[in-house]
C-alpha cells in the first residue's frame, strides 16, 4: 500500500522551530520528486518547499525567506522539513507530497501534486 505519514507537527511559540518528519511506504521514495504544501483554516492550500528526487534541486515559496529547510534520506524513505523563526500565519497543517517535478512554479500548481499524506498540524502561538 502507497502510503505518506506525517509526524513532528506541535504547538510552538512564535520564534520557536519544529521539524516535520514524513515516511514512506509501498514505494520507493527516491525515484521521485518530494515536497510540503500547507493547509490554514480559511486558505487556499500553499506550496511550501520541494527537493527532487536526486536532492540536488529544491524550491521553496517566497513566504519561506529562508526559515524552512527542506532534505531527504532516501535511504530511509523520509523526508524532512525544518521550521525556524516561526510566526503566527505558519500555522497550518502541513502535508507531504510527491511531485511531478520540483520547482517554484511548480509548487504553486495543484496539477504538480500526485498524491499526499494525512498532514501534520503545527500551531505556532504564545
Known amino acids: 500500500q502507497v502510503q505518506l505519514v506525517e509526524s513532528g507537527g506541535d504547538l510552538v511559540q512564535p520564534g520557536g522551530s519544529l521539524t516535520l518528519s514524513c515516511a514512506a511506504s509501498g514505494f520507493t521514495l527516491g525515484y521521485y520528486s518530494i515536497g510540503w ?6 486558505k487556499e492550500h500553499e506550496g511550501v518547499s520541494c527537493i527532487s528526487n536526486g536532492g540536488t534541486i529544491t524550491a521553496n515559496a517566497d513566504f519561506v525567506q529562508g526559515r524552512f529547510t527542506i532534505s531527504r534520506d532516501n535511504a530511509k524513505n523520509t523526508l524532512y522539513l525544518q521550521l525556524n523563526s516561526l510566526k503566527p500565519e505558519d500555522t497550518a497543517v502541513y502535508y507531504c507530497a510527491v511531485l511531478d517535478y520540483c520547482s517554484a512554479r511548480g509548487l504553486e500548481l495543484s496539477k504538480t501534486y500526485r498524491f499526499w499524506g494525512q498532514g501534520t498540524q503545527v500551531t505556532v502561538s504564545s
Open 37 to 42: 504544501f500547507r493547509k490554514a483554516p480559511g
